[in-house]
């Protein structure tokens, strides 16, 4: 029926529409109803289109960290949560999500012993090159994660190796140790502190640990106290906030301005002291 009605919308010009409807064997109220219809979902095209420029300006602002409706409402607009979602669907429009994709958590492998834990909770040391700790995080991008692998020194509070890829596999961490040693950071029988993640516990880390004569040690799964990643997360924290982006348009961006921040910080940079990581 919609194509009969355009039709005859089309050819209205030419000839009358009680005639077309005659030709067509439509009723011409069915044709009025049409023609309503149509100004009406014509008139909802145009405050989508309106809508979506105002969710790109706000993403835009906010570099994509506001929630979309919410910023709206404080606006003064009153508007449906699942209006905004379809919207940004129908339109492309990429939102940021702390709830979806990857939650920043590996699994441990539970076929692999653990390594004693040879720093129980003293996050010190008195020399550099002697233990050091690791830990990873996950960059959101347009084009998807990006995994950031550090080590480091707890002497000195320095990040002395690091590596990125759009995997958290084994060879992530690896590299970024890789990294260390080659920039001579490592004294042999460094101690090499993790939690019990999969790419920790990984027979390839523990091959490098070896080639590299350090030492492996992990913490006690369950404790924040015992966990490596503490010292990491205030890396990490620091890191997100002193670049001040909350979702890059790409990996390659991300990368530039993580290597950026890494590469400017000198010697204890402050980002963590021993008392907060429990010690």
């Not at 790109?56 to 929630?67: C, D, E, K, P, W």
Request: proline share 3%.
């Amino acid at each position: 029926m919609s194509k009969i009605c355009r039709f005859i919308h089309a050819e209205k010009a030419n000839y009358a529409v009680t005639l077309l409807c005659k030709v067509m064997r439509t009723a011409r109220s069915t044709y009025y109803a049409w023609v309503a219809g149509r100004q009406v979902r014509e008139a909802r095209r145009r405050a989508d289109e309106a809508l979506a420029h105002e969710i790109t300006v706000i993403q835009l602002a906010s570099r994509r960290n506001y929630g979309v409706t919410a910023e709206l409402r404080r606006q003064g607009r009153l508007i449906n949560r699942k209006r905004v979602e379809r919207v940004m669907r129908e339109h492309g429009i990429a939102g940021h999500s702390r709830r979806t994709g990857c939650r920043g958590l590996t699994k441990a492998d539970t076929r692999a012993a653990p390594s004693p834990d040879l720093i129980g909770r003293d996050f010190t040391a008195t020399r550099p090159g002697t233990e050091i700790v690791g830990g990873i995080t996950y960059i959101p991008t347009a084009e998807g994660w990006l995994c950031l692998a550090a080590w480091l020194d707890l002497a000195t509070r320095e990040v002395i190796g690091y590596s990125m890829a759009d995997h958290h596999r084994a060879e992530l961490v690896v590299d970024a140790l890789d990294m260390a040693a080659a920039l001579g950071r490592l004294e042999p029988g460094c101690v090499i502190h993790s939690d019990r993640g999969s790419e920790y516990t990984s027979g390839q880390l523990r091959m490098k640990c070896g080639e590299l004569e350090c030492r492996k040690s992990m913490g006690r799964t369950g404790s924040c106290f015992d966990d490596a990643a503490a010292a990491a997360e205030s890396f990490w924290a620091v890191l997100k906030e002193e670049i001040g982006t909350r979702f890059w348009p790409d990996r390659a961006t991300a990368r530039t301005d993580i290597f950026d921040f890494v590469e400017t910080l000198g010697p204890d940079p402050g980002f963590w002291t021993p008392e907060t990581l429990g010690s």
